[in-house]
Structures are given as structure tokens and as C-alpha cells.
């Protein structure tokens, strides 16, 4: 009774499952991607916009596997980088 007054729940529906980080995987590689691989600068937009495209690519992992999905990430990579202007060093 303790600890359903104290979670709301009872006890074994509390009980933690494995961890997944493919989420946080793909946030993070897509924010690398979008810093060194295009090329633009981490700005508050670019950050929110490569966490929602990193979202994107893990619920597609999730829903497709890994190749197709990656294939197309690379595809959208690469055409973004073609039409960003090079940094100037």
C-alpha cells in the first residue's frame, strides 16, 4: 500500500526495462552531422531542427531497421551540403 500512495502505481509496473539509446544516439550524431559534415554553425534553430531530424531517424530505425533509413539520411546529408555555402576558416 506504501508504495502506491508514494508512485501512484503499484510496485511491479515500476519495475525499469532495458535501456534504449538509439534515440539519444541519433540526436546527437545528427547535431555532429549538421556541425562538421554540412557545416553550419550550432545555432538555437539548427540544433532544434537537427534534434527533430534525429528524432525522425530513430522512429524510422525503429519502424524500418537500420539501412534504409541511414541511406536516406546520407542522401539528405549530402544534398544539404551541396547547397550550404563552405565555412570561411
Known amino acids: 500500500m506504501i508504495e502506491l500512495l508514494a508512485l501512484g502505481v503499484s ?3 515500476t519495475d525499469a526495462g532495458p535501456a534504449d539509446f538509439t534515440p539519444l544516439l541519433a540526436v546527437l550524431a545528427a547535431i555532429l552531422v549538421v556541425r562538421y559534415a554540412v557545416g553550419l554553425r550550432l545555432t538555437p534553430v539548427t540544433v532544434m ?3 527533430f531530424a534525429g528524432t525522425l531517424w530513430a522512429a524510422a530505425i525503429a519502424r ?3 539501412s534504409l533509413p541511414t541511406l536516406a539520411v ?3 546529408v549530402a544534398a ?3 547547397s ?3 565555412r570561411p576558416d
Open 80 to 82: 544539404g551540403s551541396l
Open 11 to 13: 510496485i511491479r509496473w
Open 84 to 86: 550550404v555555402r563552405p
Open 64 to 66: 524500418w531497421g537500420f
Open 49 to 51: 531542427a537537427a534534434v
Open 74 to 76: 546520407i542522401g539528405v
